[in-house]
């Protein structure tokens, strides 16, 4: 049986206290397709990975998207790219690319993905803000990203040993810093 059409105005006026840190996401439909209403601010310096492309709508305010593309060539380094979403537009992030989404106070985001193939593994991945060195991985197969990014960002905040670069020493902020709303 077909469901009612959702009205987002009166659903954030009645749920938005459903909205909580560190991720500040809920999932709305996860059948066919995850649709899942963000909202801001959130504190995350994980990258999440996603083995299907993630659809990102943004409702109320601007959000950034930072991502990580893959080296030019076999001697350069990952690029660190910042991707502005502004209030009514959107962006198709494709598969496989790191990507870190900082909401910021009073905004509200819709997110699709396509529930995913029984082999595959989401990764949160974090660099160093130091050295920009991989710090840690945490690899899991998604069933209910609502909760199992959560787990496995307040695993690393409780963990200083994972949060220590191989690399330099740094311990991996947990909160970021320096984000300058776009």
Same mark, same amino acid.
């Given at each position: 049986m077909l469901g009612s059409p959702l009205d987002l105005p009166k659903w954030l006026e009645e749920n938005s206290h459903l909205l909580k840190p560190p991720i500040n996401n809920y999932c709305v439909y996860n059948e066919d397709v995850m649709?899942?209403? &963000?909202?801001? +601010?959130?504190?995350? *310096?994980?990258?999440?990975?996603?083995?299907?492309?993630?659809?990102?709508?943004?409702?109320?305010?601007?959000?950034?998207?930072?991502? &990580?593309?893959? +080296?030019?060539?076999? *001697?350069?380094?990952?690029?660190h790219r910042d991707i502005p979403i502004h209030e009514g537009c959107m962006f198709l992030l494709p598969q496989n690319t790191p990507h870190n989404p900082i909401r910021f106070a009073d905004t509200v985001g819709i997110v699709l993905e396509q529930p995913r193939p029984a082999d595959s593994l989401d990764t949160l991945r974090w660099y160093c803000q130091s050295c920009g060195e991989i710090v840690h991985e945490a690899s899991f197969h998604c069933t209910d990203l609502g909760t199992q990014?959560?787990?496995?960002?307040?695993?690393?905040?409780?963990?200083?040993?994972?949060?220590?670069?191989?690399?330099?020493?740094?311990?991996?902020?947990?909160?970021?810093?320096?984000v300058v709303q776009p």
């Open positions: 649709v899942m209403i &963000v909202g801001g +601010p959130n504190a995350r *310096t994980d990258y999440h990975i996603n083995t299907t492309a993630e659809w990102f709508y943004q409702y109320k305010g601007s959000m950034l998207l930072k991502v &990580v593309e893959p +080296p030019s060539s076999p *001697t350069s380094k990952p690029t990014i959560k787990e496995a960002v307040n695993a690393f905040k409780a963990d200083e040993a994972a949060r220590t670069c191989k690399s330099c020493g740094e311990i991996c902020d947990v909160i970021p810093r320096g």
